[in-house]
């Protein structure tokens, strides 16, 4: 796709509406539609904070935005919303619609094919492998458990070794070495749901199932959140402690941060290009260096 036209974009912003993200928030719904429609008609300049406040919010005229963060709340909602929807639901869209911070203009990307195929998340390609609940459990919540454990693990080793092994140093660094405040983020763990007439015939087939993608943190993850915090406090950094989506890309750009959680959360799509990885598909199962094995190793595995 060479270029854009304003049918392609509606479509997308008709997709983006209708997804889990957005479908049951009203005014992140209004919000976006305001914004693109805005952008589509050439009226580009007239995206206001104050603007946006009254058209869309129905604020009086006079009302004065340093008082009143409305817009700007609802503007950093709807770019996690964004951000969600396409690590999930819109991972193959070949068009992305974005809200850059620091403006309301929203912005239209072509993403091409085999990239959009790359960045796809897996979920519905697991729940359609697989017809038994009790296998689709196992398959999303070990894989998950075993990273949480070997993450919290390696840190506690770290702390209590004093002298910890060259790579380990090399991995934590990053995130330990400095002042600022370090993010601890749990995210929500995919629950998959039966949805199903209860009158209705036959065996149960993976179909039946609906994705419950922000409802849960995984117990051992929570488990990992707590003994983060502990060894954050002891090595006297502060910290706030982030659930499910709240984390933009923005934050992670700007700010260290653990992602806690793997399988098939969205901290997968985020970490699988960075030079550390948990590859799932490798066994012993550890963390990868560029590709490469490391000395972690989860013990058992």
Known sequence: MASITEDDVREELQRVL??????????????????????????ADSLKERTIGVDVFGRAPSYDPSDDATVRVKAGEVRKRLGM???????????????????????????????????????GQIAAASSSPK?????????????????????IWWTRTGSSATVLDEFWNPVLGGTSPVSVCAAYVPVWNLDRDPEAKGSVSAEDFVALKDQFVGGGDLIAVSRLSSLLTKLHRPYPVRIGSDMSLYDLRNSPAILVGYS??????????????????????????????????????
């Open 85 to 123: 929807y396409y690590a999930t639901e819109g991972a193959r869209d070949q068009i992305r619609i974005e809200l850059p911070a620091g403006t309301y203009v929203p912005e239209f990307q072509v993403v091409h094919p085999e990239t959009a195929e790359r960045l796809a998340a897996s979920p």
């Open 135 to 155: 296998s689709l459990r196992q398959k999303l919540l070990i894989p998950a458990a075993l990273a949480t454990l070997l993450i919290a693990g390696s840190l």
């Open 18 to 43: 209708a997804s889990h993200e957005f479908r049951a928030t009203k005014r992140s719904q209004e919000f976006l539609r305001y914004v693109v429609e805005n952008k589509l008609s050439g009226h």
């Open 264 to 301: 098939h959360t969205q901290w997968r799509e985020i970490s699988k290009e960075l030079r550390f990885f948990i590859d799932i598909a490798k066994r012993p199962l550890g963390i990868t260096d560029n590709g490469a094995p490391t000395e972690w190793k989860l013990r058992g595995s």
